[in-house]
C-alpha cells in the first residue's frame, strides 16, 4: 500500500525529469554547433593600452579606455589564485564547465532564503559570458551560457581558461585583469601583494562597482573578510594566516593614475605622435614606446620646477583665501558637507584645498580634503600672517569658512600656501645626439596642458648674445676685441619704429671692454656695436646654424637684446652646439616603439656630433665661446652656479624687458644642456629683481647638482689652430716678451699685434673701417 502511494508521484518526477533531459539534449544538438567560434579565446587579443617609460624602463604613462597588463597563468602567484577559486569557484579543476553540485547547493540556498541570493556561475561560464554574451538574465542567455562553457572546456585547457579569467575580468578602476587591478589599487605587481591585498582582489568580481574599496572602502571590507573565511574553510591559508590577513590595515591607492615619476608633458607628446600613426589602434594594440627620459634626470627637473615655483610665489607674498564657504554652525553632518563642497577642487603637486574651521593670529584649524583635520601654528603661518592678524584691514581675512591650500613641508607638517600664478618649464639634453633627459613643461599638467617647453614662444633676452658674440668670432673679433660700454642712440630706421636709448640693466657704463668681459657681465650696449659692426643680414643668416628661425628675430638691433621669439626646445638644440663642439644634433625624445608581442616597429636612428652630424660652427668658435660662458658663472651673471664647487660649467643668463621673462641656459661640455625659463603664459612682469639670475638659475642649479653629483668635470680639448697669448687686458693687445698680462684664447690668424703697432691692432685682431671704428667706440 505505501509503495503503491508514492510509485504515481515517482513515475511523473521521472516523467518530467526525462521530458527536460530530452529537450535539453535536442537543445543543445541545435544550439551547440550554431556557437560563436572560439577563436576569439584561442587567439586572444585583450585591449592592452598605449604605455610609455623613459630609457631605465620607469612606466610614466599609459592611454587607453582598458587599463590591463597581460598575466601569463605561470606568472601568477598560487595565493592569487587560490583566492580567486575561494571567492568564484572552488571546484573549478574537478567540475566540467558546469558544477551540479554547486548548482544544486545555490538552489537549495535560494529556495530556503526565499529568493536569488547565491549564483552557481563556475568561473568557465563567466568567460563565456564575458566573451560572448551580454549580461541580460534571461533563460537563453543563460543556456547558451552554459553550452559555451562545455565547449570552452572541451577546446582548451584548465590553465587557459583560468588564464583567460584573470587577464579579462572587469575589476573596477577601469582595471581590467588582475596584474593591472593589483597596481591600480595597491601599486604593486602580483608576485608582491599579500594574503589580505590578494583577498580584496579576488572579492571584487561578484560585483566591482560595489565592492570597489576606493568607492565602497566598507563594504569591500565585508567581502574581503568573506574571501578570507572562504580560504581558511578551504584550508588555503592556515590560522595564523588568517588572522594577520583579517587584521592586516590595507593601503589602498586613491591617486590613480600614479606613476613613479611625473613626466605628463612628455607622455601627452608621445600620445599625440602614437594617434597621428596609428589612430584609434594606438590605445587597444599594446604598444610600448620608450622614451630618452632618464628617471633621475626627470625626478630632478620636476623637483627644480616645483621648488623654483613655489619659492618665486612665496617671494610676492600671499594673495589670500581663494573664497569663501557659508559652514553650518551644527556639527552633525559638517564633514559631508565639507567634502561635497571641495569635491572638485583639485590638488596640485601636493598643495591640497582644505576649509578653516577656526583662525587666530596663533592657530588655524582647517578641514582637509580627505576628511582630515590639521593645526597649523607657529612659523608655518608666517606666510599668510597678515591676513590673520585680528586688526588686519584685509578685505578677505581667513576665518572660519575660508577655502585656503595647504601643503606638508619638508618635515611633514602642515602650513598654508597658495597655487602659483606664474608658470615655469625646464628642459635637458644629451649634446652628443640629441636625446631629451628631461621635460618639464609647466608647473602642473593637471592644471595647464600647455608645454611650455615646446610652444611657448618667449623672448630669450640676454640669453640670445651668446649667438651674437659666436657670429662676431667669424667675422673677426676675438675674445679680446676692445669695444666700448657707453651712451648709444639709436635712429628709429634701426629699431623698427621709434628712437631709442637702450641702457645697461644696472643702468651703468664701464667704457672700454673686452669682448670676453662684455658677455660676462651681459653688458647690452657693447651686444649692440657688435651687431651694428657684423651686420644684421649676416647674423640673422648665422644664427640659422644653431637651428634658430631668422623669421622670428626682428631684423634691427633689437635682435641684440634677444627681443625675438624663442622656444626653450630651440634652445636647448642651439646651446647643444657651443656643448658638443660646433655640430648642429636635432633633438629626439622616443628611442623605440614595440608592438604587444614586443617587436620593433620603429627604432630611433641619432645624428652623433663627430661622426654624422652637421658642423655648424668651428670648433674653434665652440670652444671660445665655451670658455666665455663658463666665465659668466665663475664671474659673471651667474656666479651664483659656483656654488656647485665645479669649474666646467658654462651658460648665460636671460632677463627681458621689465622682467617678463627669465632664463637660464647653460651646459656641463660635452655632456649635458639643461634650460631653465620663467614666466607668466599672459606676458606681464615678473616683478622688482626677478632676473635669469634670480628666478631661473637656482632651477638649474638644483637639477645639476643633483644629475651631475659624482660626475667628474669635463674637459675640453685645445681644437687645432687655437693659440694661447698673453695680453694687456686694458688695451687687448699682446704683451711684449716678459710683460704681465693675462692668457686669452685667439684664432691663429686673428693673434692681435703687439702693444704700439696701431689703431688697427687695438682692436685685438680687428682691422676695422672709420664706420665700424665709430661704432664699437
Known amino acids: 500500500m505505501f509503495k503503491r502511494w508514492w510509485a504515481f508521484p515517482t513515475l511523473i518526477l521521472f516523467s518530467i525529469g526525462l521530458f527536460a533531459a530530452i529537450l535539453i539534449f535536442l537543445a543543445a544538438i541545435l544550439i551547440y554547433p550554431n556557437l560563436p567560434s572560439l577563436e576569439a579565446l584561442t587567439d586572444y587579443r585583450p585591449k592592452i593600452p598605449l604605455r610609455i617609460y623613459t630609457e631605465d624602463d620607469v612606466l610614466i604613462g599609459e592611454f587607453g579606455e582598458e587599463r590591463r597588463v597581460f598575466a601569463k597563468i605561470d606568472k601568477v602567484p598560487e595565493i592569487m589564485k587560490q583566492a580567486i577559486l575561494a571567492a568564484e569557484d572552488d571546484r573549478f579543476y574537478q567540475h566540467g564547465g558546469v558544477d551540479y553540485q554547486g548548482v544544486a547547493r545555490a538552489a537549495l540556498s535560494n529556495l530556503t532564503s526565499g529568493?536569488?541570493?547565491?549564483?552557481?556561475?563556475?568561473?568557465?561560464?563567466?568567460?563565456?559570458?564575458?566573451?560572448?554574451?551580454?549580461?541580460?538574465?534571461?533563460?537563453?542567455?543563460?543556456?547558451?551560457?552554459?553550452?559555451?562553457?562545455?565547449?570552452?572546456?572541451?577546446?582548451?585547457?584548465?590553465?587557459?581558461?583560468?588564464?583567460?579569467?584573470?587577464?579579462?575580468?572587469?575589476?573596477?578602476?577601469?582595471?581590467?585583469?588582475?596584474?593591472?587591478?593589483?597596481?591600480?589599487?595597491?601599486?604593486?605587481?602580483l608576485e608582491k601583494l599579500n594574503v589580505a591585498e590578494t583577498s580584496m582582489l579576488a572579492g571584487l568580481p561578484k560585483a566591482p562597482s560595489r565592492y570597489n574599496p576606493v568607492v565602497n572602502p566598507k563594504r569591500a571590507k565585508l567581502r574581503q573578510q568573506y574571501v578570507l573565511r572562504r580560504m581558511h574553510d578551504l584550508h588555503y591559508i592556515d590560522d595564523k594566516q588568517y588572522e594577520e590577513a583579517m587584521a592586516f590595515a590595507l593601503a589602498v591607492r586613491k591617486d590613480m593614475p600614479a606613476y613613479e615619476i611625473n613626466a605628463d608633458y612628455v607622455s601627452e607628446m608621445v600620445r599625440q605622435m602614437m594617434y597621428e600613426k596609428y589612430k584609434e589602434a594606438a590605445y587597444t594594440s599594446g604598444f610600448k614606446v620608450y622614451t630618452t627620459l632618464r628617471k633621475s634626470d626627470q625626478d630632478a627637473a620636476q623637483h627644480a620646477v616645483i621648488k623654483g615655483v613655489l619659492d618665486y610665489d612665496r617671494r610676492h607674498g600671499y594673495r589670500g583665501p581663494e573664497a569663501f564657504i557659508q559652514l553650518q554652525s551644527d556639527e552633525n553632518g559638517l564633514e559631508e558637507f565639507l567634502e561635497e563642497a571641495l569635491q572638485d577642487m583639485a590638488g596640485s603637486n601636493g598643495i591640497i584645498p582644505a576649509v578653516v574651521l577656526t583662525s587666530s593670529a596663533k592657530l588655524v584649524k582647517a578641514y582637509v580634503k580627505g576628511g582630515e583635520i590639521?593645526?597649523?601654528?607657529?612659523?608655518?603661518?608666517?606666510?599668510?600672517?597678515?591676513?590673520?592678524?585680528?586688526?588686519?584691514?584685509?578685505?578677505?581675512k581667513i576665518q572660519r569658512g575660508s577655502l585656503v591650500r595647504v601643503v606638508k613641508d619638508s618635515k611633514g607638517f602642515w602650513q598654508i600656501t597658495q597655487l602659483p600664478q606664474v608658470e615655469a618649464a625646464f628642459v635637458s639634453m644629451n649634446p652628443q645626439d640629441g636625446a631629451i633627459r628631461s621635460l618639464v613643461g609647466g608647473f602642473d599638467f593637471e592644471r595647464n596642458k600647455y608645454n611650455h617647453v615646446m610652444q611657448a614662444m618667449r623672448q630669450p633676452g640676454s640669453s640670445f648674445k651668446p649667438f651674437i658674440y659666436s657670429a662676431a668670432l667669424e667675422k673677426g673679433f676675438t675674445a679680446a676685441t676692445i669695444i666700448n660700454d657707453a651712451p648709444i642712440v639709436i635712429d628709429?630706421?634701426?629699431t623698427g619704429g621709434k628712437l631709442w636709448e637702450p641702457k645697461n640693466y644696472e643702468g651703468d657704463y664701464s667704457g672700454p671692454l673686452r669682448f670676453?668681459?662684455?658677455?660676462?657681465?651681459?653688458?647690452?650696449?657693447?651686444?649692440?656695436?657688435?651687431?651694428?659692426?657684423?651686420?644684421?643680414?649676416?647674423?640673422?643668416?648665422?644664427?640659422?646654424?644653431?637651428?634658430?628661425?631668422?623669421?622670428?628675430?626682428?631684423?634691427?638691433?633689437?635682435?641684440?637684446?634677444?627681443?625675438?621669439?624663442?622656444?626653450?626646445?630651440?634652445?636647448?638644440?642651439?646651446?647643444?652646439?657651443?656643448?658638443?663642439?660646433?655640430?648642429?644634433?636635432?633633438?629626439?625624445?622616443?628611442?623605440?616603439?614595440?608592438?604587444?608581442?614586443?617587436?620593433?616597429?620603429?627604432?630611433?636612428?641619432?645624428?652623433?656630433?663627430?661622426?654624422?652630424?652637421?658642423?655648424?660652427?668651428?670648433?674653434?668658435?665652440?670652444?671660445?665661446?665655451?670658455?666665455?660662458?663658463?666665465?659668466?658663472?665663475?664671474?659673471?651673471?651667474?656666479?651664483?652656479?659656483?656654488?656647485?664647487?665645479?669649474?666646467?660649467?658654462?651658460?648665460?643668463?636671460?632677463?627681458?624687458?621689465?622682467?617678463?621673462?627669465?632664463?637660464?641656459?647653460?651646459?656641463?661640455?660635452?655632456?649635458?644642456?639643461?634650460?631653465?625659463?620663467?614666466?607668466?603664459?599672459?606676458?606681464?612682469?615678473?616683478?622688482?629683481?626677478?632676473?635669469?639670475?634670480?628666478?631661473?638659475?637656482?632651477?638649474?642649479?638644483?637639477?645639476?647638482?643633483?644629475?651631475?653629483?659624482?660626475?667628474?668635470?669635463?674637459?675640453?680639448?685645445?681644437?687645432?689652430?687655437?693659440?694661447?697669448?698673453?695680453?694687456?687686458?686694458?688695451?687687448?693687445?699682446?704683451?711684449?716678451?716678459?710683460?704681465?698680462?693675462?692668457?686669452?684664447?685667439?684664432?691663429?690668424?686673428?693673434?692681435?699685434?703687439?702693444?704700439?703697432?696701431?689703431?688697427?691692432?687695438?682692436?685685438?685682431?680687428?682691422?676695422?673701417?672709420?664706420?665700424?671704428?665709430?661704432?664699437?667706440?
Open 115 to 189: 529568493g536569488a541570493r547565491e549564483g552557481a556561475s563556475t568561473i568557465t561560464m563567466q568567460v563565456a559570458r564575458n566573451f560572448f554574451l551580454s549580461r541580460e538574465k534571461t533563460l537563453s542567455r543563460k543556456f547558451s551560457e552554459v553550452m559555451l562553457a562545455l565547449k570552452i572546456e572541451h577546446n582548451l585547457s584548465k590553465d587557459q581558461i583560468l588564464e583567460l579569467y584573470i587577464n579579462q575580468i572587469y575589476l573596477g578602476q577601469r582595471a581590467y585583469g588582475f596584474a593591472t587591478a593589483a597596481q591600480v589599487y595597491f601599486g604593486k605587481p
Open 516 to 777: 670676453r668681459t662684455a658677455l660676462t657681465k651681459s653688458k647690452n650696449l657693447v651686444s649692440i656695436r657688435i651687431l651694428q659692426a657684423i651686420g644684421i643680414p649676416y647674423t640673422l643668416d648665422y644664427i640659422t646654424r644653431f637651428g634658430l628661425d631668422a623669421s622670428k628675430q626682428p631684423p634691427y638691433l633689437t635682435m641684440a637684446l634677444g627681443a625675438g621669439s624663442v622656444t626653450p626646445f630651440q634652445m636647448a638644440s642651439a646651446y647643444s652646439v657651443f656643448a658638443n663642439g660646433g655640430y648642429r644634433v636635432p633633438p629626439y625624445y622616443v628611442t623605440r616603439i614595440l608592438d604587444a608581442r614586443g617587436n620593433v616597429l620603429a627604432l630611433a636612428k641619432p645624428t652623433l656630433a663627430g661622426q654624422d652630424a652637421q658642423q655648424a660652427i668651428d670648433p674653434r668658435n665652440a670652444f671660445i665661446m665655451t670658455t666665455i660662458m663658463q666665465d659668466v658663472v665663475k664671474r659673471g651673471t651667474a656666479a651664483r652656479a659656483m656654488q656647485l664647487g665645479r669649474q666646467d660649467l658654462a651658460g648665460k643668463t636671460g632677463t627681458t624687458n621689465d622682467q617678463v621673462d627669465a632664463w637660464f641656459t647653460g651646459y656641463q661640455p660635452g655632456n649635458l644642456v639643461a634650460i631653465a625659463w620663467v614666466g607668466f603664459d599672459q606676458p606681464r612682469t615678473l616683478g622688482g629683481r626677478e632676473t635669469g639670475a634670480q628666478a631661473a638659475l637656482p632651477m638649474w642649479i638644483d637639477y645639476m647638482g643633483k644629475v651631475l653629483k659624482g660626475v667628474p668635470e669635463s674637459v675640453m680639448n685645445v681644437p687645432e689652430g687655437v693659440v694661447v697669448a698673453k695680453i694687456n687686458p686694458q688695451t687687448g693687445l699682446r704683451e711684449m716678451d716678459g710683460g704681465d698680462g693675462i692668457a686669452e684664447y685667439f684664432y691663429q690668424e686673428n693673434l692681435p699685434g703687439e702693444s704700439g703697432s696701431g689703431m688697427g691692432d687695438m682692436q685685438g685682431g680687428v682691422k676695422p673701417s672709420d664706420e665700424v671704428r665709430d661704432q664699437l667706440f
Open 374 to 396: 590639521v593645526e597649523i601654528s607657529g612659523d608655518r603661518l608666517s606666510f599668510a600672517q597678515r591676513f590673520l592678524d585680528a586688526k588686519s584691514q584685509q578685505k578677505n
Open 492 to 494: 628709429p630706421a634701426d
